[in-house]
């Protein structure tokens, strides 16, 4: 981090007026896209146990891990390593991420029909290995807790964007949602030129949770006033909240969706060991409409982007992260 950057990210807690809380998030995203949270109601066990399953699905023999491999245009299941560049999704040319990772969805909602063949893979089932058990109701219940504080956190940019608190709840009722585990394995060789754990990218949809592992940095965001990369150091208890593109869109660029990656831990050094995250990805509903809000319109000002339909602008990010 450069002496001239002057980007923040800030630790806030929810235990207060949620109207204060909102407008701290609004003070903060118009700044950067990125804040941790704490006092954020998530049952430690429960994280836990969804955490350390992940840590022993990784663990197992890649053959176990195979047979629960994401299919052919699917988005949930096994991604073996360097199956993913998440720069790509910005146009960019560069090696593929070296991490690998599992991802679930909220699976199908009763009564509801999915709108298209990307709407489905979105909400259909995820294959489980038969190796663990217990992982199957160790994930859905991380990812029970995780919906439930998403749906919190948009009722407070409601409040902090001047909008009823319930203003986003009918858009987000049927979330194409995914919880993702990502191992970041021992350097033991030097990456390829550009090559990084995870490459240079914004998210896509409207807010990210993320647990990073205690004692292994790696996430650092970018300040485009210094033209440089900032340290989001790993804080006990606290998660780690950003938004993305669509939200950006949604406020008319009023909150920041900010580029981000994993570095490579230095070579020889401890940081080069193994590292582990879990983010929660909460999207819009598919065919939500996001268009500019009034609310964050100055008087004259006009809206920058078209109004897009959130499922389509999500499927058409994520397919060309996917080698």
């Known amino acids: 981090m450069s002496a001239e950057s002057k980007i923040q990210v800030p630790t806030i807690s929810l235990d207060r007026d949620p109207v204060v809380v909102g407008r701290e998030f609004d003070e903060t995203l118009r700044e950067v896209g990125f804040f941790q949270i704490v006092d954020h109601g998530i049952d430690q066990s429960v ?57 679930m969805g909220p699976g199908p909602y009763p009564g509801h029909s999915p709108i298209d063949e990307d709407e489905a893979a979105a909400l259909a089932e995820v294959r489980w290995p038969a190796a ?53 394995p021992e350097q033991d060789s030097p990456p390829e030129k550009d090559q990084l754990r995870a490459g240079a990218h914004t998210d896509y949809g409207i807010l990210t949770i993320l647990r990073q592992e205690l004692g292994q940095a790696g996430l650092q965001v970018f300040d485009s006033k210094s033209d440089d990369w900032v340290d989001i ?82 499927s058409g990010k994520s397919g060309k992260a996917v080698m």
Not at 147 to 164: D, I, V
Not at 249 to 256: C, K
Not at 266 to 278: E, L, N
Not at 279 to 300: D, K, Q
């Open 47 to 103: 994280a836990d146990r969804c955490w350390n399953s992940a840590r022993e699905f990784f663990d197992l023999p890649l053959e176990e891990k195979l047979s629960v491999r994401r299919p052919e245009s699917g988005l949930f299941g096994y991604f073996p390593m360097k199956t993913e560049s998440l720069a790509a999704s910005r146009g960019e040319v560069v090696p593929s991420d070296l991490k690998e990772s599992f991802n």
């Open 132 to 184: 663990l058990p217990s992982m199957k109701a160790a994930w859905g219940g991380y990812f029970a807790e995780a919906a439930k504080l998403s749906r919190r956190l948009m009722s407070m940019f409601a409040l902090g964007l001047g909008l009823p608190d319930n203003y986003f709840d009918e858009k987000v009722n049927l979330s194409p949602s995914a919880l993702r585990a990502i191992n970041y």
């Open 233 to 314: 150091a790993p804080v006990d208890g606290a998660l780690v909240i950003n938004i993305g593109d669509l939200m950006a869109r949604w406020t008319n660029d009023r909150w920041t969706s900010t580029l981000h990656r994993v570095a490579n831990p230095a070579a020889g050094k401890p940081g080069s060991s193994r590292r582990q995250s879990m983010p929660f990805f909460f999207n819009a509903n598919y065919s939500a409409v996001v268009e500019c809000l009034p609310s964050v319109l100055a008087a004259g000002e006009k809206p920058k982007y078209e109004p897009v339909l959130a499922g389509p602008h999500l």
